[in-house]
C-alpha cells in the first residue's frame, strides 16, 4: 500500500520568507513522488515530479523538492514566497510500474502574509 | 488550448434526482479519473478509464456509475445521489504511460439536500 502524510493542514509565511511544505510517503515498491498546487476555485495543477532520476527536482514558479529514501521524505521548498504561492499544496504517489491511480495527501493551504 | 471542461461547474439538487457531470478532454489522452475532494481527506478516485469501453472502480465508486464509449468523454453519473455525495469533483486524464502526470479539470461543486 503507498499513502503520503502531509505535515500541517496550514502554513503561514512571510513575503519573501521561505515556504517549506512537508511531505512523507510510505510506499513498498520505488515510488514515484509529485506535488500538485491548486489555486482557488481551480483544479489542481502539477508542480514537480520524481520519477528516480535526479533526487532534486525542480518545478514550475521556482518551487524545487528533494527525494531523501532514509527519511522517506519529498519537501517543497521555494527561497523567496511571493503572494502569487498563496494556494493549497497536494504531495501524491504512485508505483513506479502498474500505476492506475495516484495517491494524494490532505493538502497544506499556504498563506502568505504581506 | 490543451483542457478538460466539466459541466456543470456548480449544482445543488435534491435526494435521489439522477444527475451526470460531463467530463471532455482535447488532447486524445487514453487515460481518464473522476476524484472527490473532501476537507481533510485530499482527492480520493472515483472511477477511472484507461481507454475507450475499459472502466474499472477506484477507492471510492459506491453510488457512482461511468461511462467511455469515446476517447475524450467520460461522464460521471448519480443515479440516486444522497448528501453523503455532496463533494467538489474533479474529472482528469493523461497520456498512457505518463504516470500521475494528470490534467485536471476546473472542478463541479455538487450540493445533495
Known amino acids: 500500500a503507498q499513502s503520503v502524510t502531509q505535515l500541517g493542514s496550514h502554513v503561514s509565511v512571510s513575503e519573501g520568507a521561505l515556504v517549506l511544505l512537508r511531505c512523507n510517503y510510505s510506499s513498498s515498491v520505488p515510488p514515484y513522488l509529485f506535488w500538485y498546487v491548486q489555486y482557488p476555485n481551480q483544479g489542481l495543477q502539477l508542480l514537480l515530479k520524481y520519477t528516480s532520476a535526479a533526487t532534486l527536482v525542480k518545478g514550475i514558479n521556482g518551487f524545487e523538492a528533494e527525494f531523501k529514501k532514509s527519511e522517506t521524505s519529498f519537501h517543497l521548498t521555494k527561497p523567496s514566497a511571493h503572494m502569487s504561492d498563496a494556494a493549497e499544496y497536494f504531495c501524491?504517489?504512485?508505483?513506479?510500474?502498474?500505476?492506475?491511480?495516484?495517491?494524494f495527501g490532505t493538502g497544506t493551504r499556504l498563506t502568505v502574509i504581506p | 488550448e490543451a483542457q478538460v471542461t466539466q459541466n456543470p461547474r456548480y449544482l445543488i439538487t435534491v435526494t435521489g434526482k439522477k444527475l451526470t457531470v460531463t467530463c471532455s478532454q482535447n488532447?486524445?489522452?487514453?487515460?481518464m479519473s473522476w476524484y472527490r475532494q473532501d476537507p481533510g481527506l485530499g482527492l480520493r478516485q472515483i472511477y477511472y478509464s484507461m481507454n475507450v469501453e475499459v472502466t474499472d472502480k477506484g477507492d471510492v465508486p459506491e453510488g457512482y456509475k461511468v461511462s467511455r464509449k469515446e476517447k475524450r468523454n467520460f461522464p460521471l453519473i448519480l443515479e440516486s445521489p444522497s448528501p453523503n455525495q455532496t463533494s467538489l469533483y474533479f474529472c482528469?486524464?493523461?497520456?498512457?504511460?505518463?504516470?500521475?502526470?494528470?490534467?485536471f479539470g476546473e472542478g463541479s461543486r455538487l450540493t445533495v439536500l
Open positions: 482528469a486524464s493523461r497520456m498512457t504511460g505518463m504516470v500521475g502526470e494528470l490534467f
Open positions: 501524491a504517489v504512485s508505483p513506479q510500474t502498474g500505476a492506475n491511480n495516484l495517491f
Open positions: 488532447m486524445n489522452h487514453e487515460y
